[in-house]
């Protein structure tokens, strides 16, 4: 399995070109579909959502699709996901993200879809690709259990470690070294913390840290 998580998705030269090395094309070869389900749920300014989908555009792909597995039937999805090369998922709320793959049925068919191609995460979609959901934003998993009623705790499990994003951004004041020191003690599993100037770029389970940023690895 070949994944590449991002705190903010091709943010820079380096983490683009990681993206096209999984892929083993070129970008103007390329189709992506960008699935932006995790981020219907929240209602802050999505300024963020309209530069991670630039900074797709500007890589002068074959095509860029976007695919809401939360408001299309499986059989206008599935084909559409099928003619990618790369299954992108958006930021926004990880829980919302997980009640939808296991809503859809996209849950129980995205390993063998990603067996000839690339996941690659943003934020939430990154988050969702660990074991469980313990590293997501509390907040949100409590304001998404309240408000629809779906305790999310299981993740992908694609990866056998945790990924923290948005390492020293001034939008999570709490995601510096100490918090996630303490955080690591108590998950155990390693754990890597990206700004969003960083990724991780994994092939068949070996992890290479894609950095222009900062980073941090715990439990290692």
């Given at each position: 399995?070949?994944?590449?998580?991002t705190?903010?998705?091709?943010?820079?030269?380096?983490?683009?070109?990681a993206?096209?090395?999984?892929?083993?094309?070129?970008?103007?070869?390329?189709?992506?579909?960008?699935?932006?389900?995790?981020?219907?749920?929240?209602?802050?300014?999505?300024?963020?959502?309209?530069?991670?989908?630039?900074n797709?555009k500007?890589?002068?792909?074959?095509?860029?699709?976007?695919?809401?597995?939360?408001?299309?039937?499986?059989?206008?999805?599935?084909?559409?996901?099928?003619?990618?090369?790369?299954?992108?998922?958006?930021?926004?709320?990880?829980?919302?993200?997980?009640?939808w793959?296991?809503?859809?049925?996209?849950?129980?068919?995205?390993?063998?879809?990603?067996k000839?191609?690339?996941?690659?995460?943003?934020?939430a979609?990154?988050?969702?690709?660990?074991?469980?959901?313990?590293?997501?934003?509390?907040?949100?998993?409590?304001?998404?259990?309240?408000?629809?009623?779906?305790?999310?705790?299981?993740?992908?499990?694609?990866v056998?470690f945790?990924?923290?994003p948005?390492?020293?951004?001034?939008?999570?004041?709490?995601?510096?070294?100490?918090?996630?020191?303490?955080?690591?003690?108590?998950?155990?599993?390693?754990?890597?913390a990206?700004?969003?100037?960083?990724?991780?770029?994994?092939?068949?389970?070996?992890?290479?840290?894609?950095?222009?940023?900062?980073?941090?690895?715990?439990?290692?």
């Open positions: 399995m070949k994944l590449l998580l705190s903010a998705g091709l943010s820079n030269k380096s983490i683009a070109k993206l096209f090395e999984l892929v083993g094309k070129k970008p103007a070869d390329t189709i992506i579909a960008f699935i932006p389900t995790a981020a219907n749920i929240n209602d802050e300014d999505k300024g963020w959502f309209v530069t991670d989908l630039y797709l500007k890589q002068k792909l074959k095509k860029l699709d976007i695919v809401d597995i939360s408001v299309l039937p499986k059989e206008v999805w599935l084909p559409r996901l099928k003619a990618a090369d790369v299954l992108f998922f958006s930021g926004g709320n990880s829980p919302h993200l997980m009640y793959l296991e809503q859809s049925g996209l849950k129980k068919i995205l390993r063998g879809l990603l000839t191609r690339v996941y690659a995460g943003i934020s979609g990154s988050v969702v690709t660990a074991p469980t959901l313990e590293l997501s934003n509390k907040d949100k998993r409590l304001y998404y259990e309240k408000k629809f009623g779906y305790k999310a705790n299981k993740a992908l499990g694609f056998d945790y990924t923290r948005h390492l020293n951004s001034s939008y999570f004041p709490k995601l510096r070294k100490n918090f996630l020191q303490k955080i690591a003690g108590q998950i155990k599993k390693p754990l890597y990206l700004d969003d100037q960083s990724a991780l770029k994994i092939i068949n389970g070996k992890v290479k840290v894609v950095s222009e940023g900062k980073y941090l690895i715990f439990n290692k």
